[in-house]
């Protein structure tokens, strides 16, 4: 079965980074797209960023462009998220998810993703 681990969270103090892996199993990992994922305390789940299946293509909300970078190793079935810079707004759980289908190459919006990590929780002090 599809499985998605995220790990790496924790808590940080502005300014710094953190890099969030996930680990993928249960599926042809180099054919689908990947995206990350954030949910703070009563808001909805909003996008991060996404990539694509290759790695070619790279995706980011405006809100972490220039500080977050997508990356993944298709060789280790794993997608990370290089987070620098962080700021006490980017408290959240964090998830990892995969593309409903092969053939898609991103989306923000969460119903596009069929599988989801269980979330690691990144804080970010003041």
């Known amino acids: 079965q599809v499985q998605l681990v995220e790990s790496g969270g924790g808590l940080v103090q502005s300014g710094g980074s953190l890099r969030l892996s996930c680990a993928a199993s249960?599926?042809?990992?180099?054919?689908?797209?990947m995206g990350w994922f954030r949910q703070a305390p009563g808001k909805e789940r909003e996008f991060v960023a996404a990539?694509?299946?290759?790695?070619?293509?790279?995706y980011y909300a405006d809100s972490v462009k220039g500080r977050f970078t997508i990356s993944r190793d298709n060789a280790k079935n794993t997608v990370y998220l290089q987070m620098n810079s962080l700021k006490p707004e980017d408290t959240a759980v964090y998830y990892c998810?995969?593309?409903?289908?092969?053939?898609?190459?991103?989306?923000?919006?969460?119903?596009?993703?069929?599988?989801w990590g269980q979330g690691t929780q990144v804080t970010v002090s003041s």
């Open positions: 249960g599926f042809t990992f180099s054919s689908y797209s």
């Open positions: 990539i694509s299946w290759g790695g070619g293509s790279t």
């Open positions: 998810a995969r593309a409903r289908t092969a053939t898609m190459t991103y989306g923000v919006n969460p119903g596009l993703y069929t599988y």
